[in-house]
């Protein structure tokens, strides 16, 4: 099958990445979300995350041009029937991305790809939302999506090899490594690092250190290129709860219970970069 147009639904942090790297390879993109707002809040994030590649000179303007002249935005699921692939990429929320799916199945022809971008949740559980669940699959980037090589691939119960095949060849086609990860909460790279991301904020929260020197530890100590703290702010704090919560409710087990500072400052609405103030202030 020849994959022309991608649909992407959430033009979030996420979201709009996704678009952009699709759009950068060549396909067709449609962005959608809820509103005009988002979509453009979205769409001015991929603008100037290629500008930013054309001043680095990693692409030429032709070709960011090309790529944004690529991307359609829309709050209306029915185009998502011209779509050969859907990455579903909203708000991390069990009940939302069912809905989400069982609409996407609905407008989608019976041979497009569905795939979600959860951090955390069950490919088996999501999947079950769709018709012809054997299409469907886990498909999950890493952010910033433009600089980061990796997506993990994953399979739940029902998901078919013919499916899996187009995805390895899709994030070729991305210029992305895959990795197979089983589908267990935070599948295999979240379930490592989510736990220390919650153990920085709950040193933080013991007053053992201040963010800045927490980071600074983290980054000279342990060679990580960013500290855990300002990579919660980067991540979104309702997201990186949300995927907590999926390995302590998951796993029921109490050694990822989430940090109550983290809970404090996701119901305070300080998420992070996205609305300019978490741990730093952006
Ligand atoms: P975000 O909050 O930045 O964006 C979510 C977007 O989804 C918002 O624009 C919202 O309006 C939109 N949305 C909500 N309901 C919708 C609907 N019914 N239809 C269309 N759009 C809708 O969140 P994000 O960080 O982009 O996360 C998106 C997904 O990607 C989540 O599943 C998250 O777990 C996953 N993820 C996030 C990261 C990260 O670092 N932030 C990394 C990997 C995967």
Redesign the pocket.
């Known amino acids: 099958m020849t994959i022309q147009t991608i649909g992407v639904?959430?033009?979030?942090?996420?979201?709009n990445g996704i678009a952009q790297v699709c759009a950068a390879a060549g396909y067709r993109v449609l962005m959608?979300?809820?509103n005009d707002e988002?979509l453009e809040r979205?769409l001015s994030a991929l603008k100037r995350n290629l500008e930013r590649q054309v001043s680095k000179q990693t692409l030429s303007s032709a070709q960011a041009e090309d790529a944004i002249a690529r991307v359609q935005t829309s709050t209306d699921y029915s185009l998502l029937n011209g779509a050969d692939i859907v990455v579903e990429?909203?708000?991390?929320n069990l009940d939302?991305k069912l809905r989400?799916l069982k609409q996407i199945s609905h407008y989608v022809h019976p041979t497009c790809v569905i795939a979600t971008?959860?951090?955390?949740l069950s490919i088996t559980h999501l999947g079950a939302s769709v018709d012809k669940p054997e299409r469907f699959i886990g498909l999950?980037?890493?952010?910033p999506v433009p600089m980061m090589g990796l997506i993990e691939i994953i399979r739940g119960l029902q998901t078919s090899d013919a499916t899996h095949a187009q995805m390895i060849a899709l994030s070729d086609r991305l210029g992305k490594t895959a990795i197979n990860a089983g589908n267990r909460p935070g599948f295999v790279v979240n379930r490592i690092l989510v736990p220390m991301i919650n153990e920085a904020i709950l040193v933080l929260q013991e007053g053992l250190s201040t963010a800045e020197d927490i980071d600074l530890g983290m980054q000279l100590g342990c060679n990580q290129p960013i500290g855990p703290l300002a990579l919660a702010d980067?991540?979104?704090l309702?997201?990186l709860l949300?995927?907590v919560e999926s390995l302590h409710d998951g796993f029921n087990d109490s050694k990822y219970r989430p940090a109550p500072l983290l809970k404090e400052m996701v119901a305070g609405g300080l998420l992070g970069r996205?609305t300019g103030k978490g741990f730093y202030q952006y």
Do not use: C, Q, R, Y
Not at 89 to 92: L, P, Y
Not at 140 to 143: G, L, M, P, S, V
């Open positions: 639904i959430g033009a979030g942090t996420m979201g959608l979300d809820i988002a979205g990429a909203a708000t991390e939302l989400i971008n959860t951090s955390s999950h980037f890493f952010n980067l991540i979104g309702d997201t949300a995927v996205k």
